[in-house]
Antibody, heavy 118, light 111 residues
Framework: VHLQESGPGLVKPSETLSLTCTVS??????????WSWIRQYSGKGLEWIGY???????FYNPSLRSRVTMSLDTSKNEFSLNLSSVTAADTAVYYC???????????WGQGTLVTVSS | QSVLTQPPSVSAAPGQKVTISCSGN??????????VSWYQQLPGTAPKLLIY???KRPSEIPDRFSASKSGTSATLAITGLQTEDEADYYC??????????FGGGTRVTVL
């Protein structure tokens, strides 16, 4: 399975950050994968954002839950992240990844830098 | 501020051994049913799974990498250190707050 993030690299404060992760080499509806988003600040500091299962059930980081929405598009074999009301503190490299088994992440996408700035 | 605590950096000469600690508490690493994973991040790349379920290696990871857990801490060991091992290493686990949590990362330098 290979993952690839896409989306705007620049988002204005108070707007919604929207990213998509395209899954190749496997079906997004196959079991065993919890499709996840993780972000990394300034080369360090990993923060898990949440995951979506092929059934559509979601699980979000409690600290971000009020602003996060994840969805699946099975026809395109991709999943998406929406993060609303962004501020400069949301500037980070965003990775999509698959959460497996007892909570390990593999594989990861290459990551995409999102900067929040006016 | 990361939930799990790692030393910022460790270093050793080629062929030597380094260990990286990952300290948590009873809500995460110390929980009986929580497993620890480790990731290697080479410069400019995404993290890559190194260890899963506390001490298991994916087939492509050399046996120079090993890991263990005791109480509320976990340890990653790299033996026979090679220049290609220069990278950032992160530990991760699940927390009873129902979140995946990570360490702040440790930079390994090969002298």
């Amino acid at each position: 399975v290979h993952l690839q993030e896409s989306g705007p690299g620049l988002v204005k404060p108070s707007e919604t950050l929207s990213l998509t992760c395209t899954v190749s080499g496997g079906s997004i509806i196959s079991g065993g994968h919890h499709w996840s988003w993780i972000r990394q600040y300034s080369g360090k500091g990993l923060e898990w954002i949440g995951y979506i299962y092929y059934s559509g059930s979601t699980f979000y980081n409690p600290s971000l839950r009020s602003r996060v929405t994840m969805s699946l598009d099975t026809s395109k074999n991709e999943f998406s992240l929406n993060l609303s009301s962004v501020t400069a503190a949301d500037t980070a490299v965003y990775y999509c990844a698959s959460k497996r088994g007892h909570n390990w992440f593999d594989p990861w996408g290459q990551g995409t830098l999102v900067t929040v700035s006016s | 501020q990361s939930v799990l605590t790692q030393p910022p950096s460790v270093s050793a000469a080629p062929g030597q051994k380094v260990t990286i600690s990952c300290s948590g508490n009873s809500s995460n690493i110390g929980s009986n049913y929580n497993y620890v994973s480790w990731y290697q991040q080479l410069p400019g790349t995404a993290p890559k799974l190194l260890i899963y379920e506390t001490n298991k290696r994916p087939s492509e990871i050399p046996d120079r990498f090993s890991a263990s857990k005791s109480g509320t801490s976990a340890t990653l060991a790299i033996t026979g250190l090679q220049t290609e091992d220069e990278a950032d290493y992160y530990c991760g686990t699940w927390d009873i707050t129902l979140s995946a949590v990570f360490g702040g990362g440790t930079r390994v330098t090969v002298l």
